[in-house]
T-cell receptor, first 114, second 113 residues
Framework: DQQVKQNSPSLSVQEGRISILNCDYT??????FLWYKKYPAEGPTFLIS?????DKNEDGRFTVFLNKSAKHLSLHIVPSQPGDSAVYFC?????????????FGKGTLLTVNP | KAGVTQTPRYLIKTRGQQVTLSCSPI?????VSWYQQTPGQGLQFLFE???????NKGNFPGRFSGRQFSNSRSEMNVSTLELGDSALYLC????????????FGSGTRLTVV
């Protein structure tokens, strides 16, 4: 049973445009969500997080939106740059991050074309 | 400060053998967690260690085990290797129990032939 789903295995966008990566979850206990970026042969790198008490969090070019009623979150990257090309993982945790593990989606490969 | 260090980076083993992977957390971090990444299953939680004790375990067979030392360094062991154990094994450390502030290492790529 996949509790965190990233339904798009890949996404291709032009440099300078917006990239929107989507994630759905099924477990109502999840209340802390994170996005990680991963390059080949490297570990995941934390990008941005959001707590369920908020519906939006911004950090520079990255914004995460959370729709609790739809159990859906999205990551917006504006403007997209070629260096953003990587696999993006959505992850969720319970108890505000104090839970012992993250539950990951299977990732979306983002390609930003110059 | 140094990040999470995993050794070795790459490993090739034969079916039936056993393997030990090592993880050195960020200085001061006391919690170490292990994840397995495969193309089909994504990242899946293996286990978590805190203060030299396994606190939580994921849904993996008993062939997967680990330990944590007094300096917080952790090792993971897989016995009787199967082809399906080929994966990237990632270690993450954090100051305390829980996922807040997780920092991942670069992983150990294990290939079982």
């Amino acid at each position: 049973d996949q509790q965190v789903k990233q339904n798009s295995p890949s996404l291709s966008v032009q440099e300078g445009r917006i990239s929107i990566l989507n994630c759905d979850y099924t477990n109502s206990m999840f209340d802390y969500f994170l996005w990680y970026k991963k390059y080949p042969a490297e570990g995941p790198t934390f990008l941005i997080s959001i707590s369920s008490i908020k519906d939006k969090n911004e950090d520079g070019r990255f914004t995460v939106f959370l729709n609790k009623s739809a159990k859906h979150l999205s990551l917006h990257i504006v403007p997209s740059q070629p260096g953003d090309s990587a696999v993006y993982f959505c992850a969720a945790s319970a108890r505000g991050g104090s839970n012992y593990k993250l539950t990951f989606g299977k990732g979306t490969l983002l390609t930003v074309n110059p | 400060k140094a990040g999470v260090t995993q050794t070795p980076r790459y490993l090739i083993k034969t079916r039936g053998q056993q393997v030990t992977l090592s993880c050195s957390p960020i200085s001061g971090h006391r919690s170490v967690s292990w994840y397995q990444q495969t193309p089909g299953q994504g990242l899946q939680f293996l286990f978590e260690y805190f203060s030299e004790t396994q606190r939580n375990k994921g849904n993996f067979p008993g062939r997967f085990s680990g330990r944590q030392f007094s300096n917080s360094r952790s090792e993971m062991n897989v016995s009787t290797l199967e082809l399906g154990d080929s994966a990237l094994y990632l270690c993450a450390s954090s100051l305390a129990q829980g996922t807040y502030g997780y920092t991942f290492g670069s992983g150990t790529r294990l290939t079982v032939v």
